[in-house]
């Protein structure tokens, strides 16, 4: 029995001294606050500058809201009736505006189809003006005409059969069955950038 003492006394001595030691180890010394040294913070000033946003023009949106209703702004599709591109040009218009290219060149080339969309409103501009002039602002059917719808009413219908609405009140339809009067209201009211 006093074997077994020796042993558990031994054993809980050397238990203690171990928690004692490792006590000593584990634990760390704390410094007082008064000998941490203190340094004063500096602010600083940062400069935030605005995002400036770019708008798109009213002329930009004018040509992305046509070309959404013409091709869903698609540069390379043709219809059945072979009207192609972002503003489904038919190869006799762009003939007319002096454009002699393939359907191939024409379909891979977005530049040469928004530069074909601005000739094709300057060269309708120039034969409508004095239409424009007269009929910008006043109703009819009750439709205000503006510079914009009658432009793109003679994107859709021609020049010709835009003269004879304004003249006659005759309605045109294309092989869609899509009326000149709903592209002159749609497109009304836009601020266009044109020579």
């Not at 393939?102 to 928004?114: A, I, M, R, V, W």
């Amino acid at each position: 029995m006093k074997k077994q003492i020796l042993i558990i006394t031994i054993s809980m001595f050397t238990t203690l001294g171990l928690v004692g030691f490792t006590a000593n180890i584990v634990l760390p010394k704390v410094q007082p606050i008064s000998t941490i040294e203190t340094k004063p913070v500096e602010l600083v000033k940062i400069k935030i500058e605005p995002i400036t946003l770019s708008t798109p023009s009213q002329h930009d949106m004018f040509l992305d809201a046509i070309g959404h209703r013409e091709s869903s702004n698609r540069y390379t599709i043709t219809n059945r009736w072979g009207y192609m591109g972002k503003y489904q040009f038919h190869k006799r218009t762009l003939k007319s505006l002096g454009y002699d290219v393939s359907k191939k060149e024409f379909l891979n080339s977005p530049h040469l189809q928004e530069q074909a969309m601005l000739d094709l409103l300057n060269h309708n501009k120039k034969i409508l003006q004095k239409y424009i002039d007269y009929w910008e602002g006043k109703t009819i059917k009750g439709k205000i005409i503006t510079e914009s719808g009658i432009l793109a009413a003679a994107h859709l219908a021609g020049p010709g059969n835009v003269k004879r609405f304004l003249k006659e009140g005759k309605e045109f339809k294309d092989g869609n069955g899509t009326k000149l009067t709903s592209y002159l209201t749609q497109f009304s009211g836009y601020a266009l950038n044109l020579d």
